[in-house]
């Protein structure tokens, strides 16, 4: 497996296709809802890419956030989780956050997904919201 940091619209556009199958397809959120002003080649809103081999298997993005990294669009198509990529793709995002300078990151992470994020050292800040009729919490860590 290979983490790449996205810096091509070829790459940009893999990356939408994961998001397409995993959030579009798989957990029917709106297509509308899906994609946003951040998804471009920016320098505020890094994406980054993980490769098995020659296939493109999971994704996410970064944005800073008042003075904040915040970790979205976490996503691993469905045959390659339980890999451990999911840990590979927060690890690279908290790096690229330390990179920009900041020590704070946060996330909406999905309530499935919340011991994962504990195990990685995020703590829960919030109740139970809903975000595009999935249930999440806001989680937070120092980096």
Same mark, same amino acid.
């Given at each position: 497996m290979q983490t790449i940091r996205v810096i091509t619209q070829e790459q940009l556009d893999q990356a939408f296709e994961i998001r397409k199958e995993v959030f579009v397809i798989e957990q029917e959120v709106p297509l509308e809802d899906e994609f946003d002003q951040?998804?471009?080649l920016d320098s505020n809103c890094k994406h980054i890419l993980i490769m098995d081999t020659d296939k493109c +298997? =999971?994704?996410a993005r970064l944005r800073e956030v008042d003075g904040t990294g915040k970790l979205e669009r @976490?996503? +691993?198509l469905e045959p390659f989780r339980k890999l451990?990529?999911?840990k590979v793709i +927060?690890?690279?995002l908290e790096e @690229? &956050?330390?990179e920009k300078g900041l020590n704070r990151v946060k996330l909406h992470g999905q309530t499935h997904?919340? &011991?994962f994020y504990k195990n990685l050292g995020y703590e829960t800040s919030s109740d139970v919201f809903m975000e595009? =009729? @999935?249930p999440h919490v806001l989680m937070t860590k120092k980096i």
């Open positions: 951040f998804d471009q +298997v =999971g994704t @976490i996503c +691993v451990g990529l999911g +927060v690890r690279e @690229i &956050a330390k997904a919340e &011991a595009d =009729g @999935i």
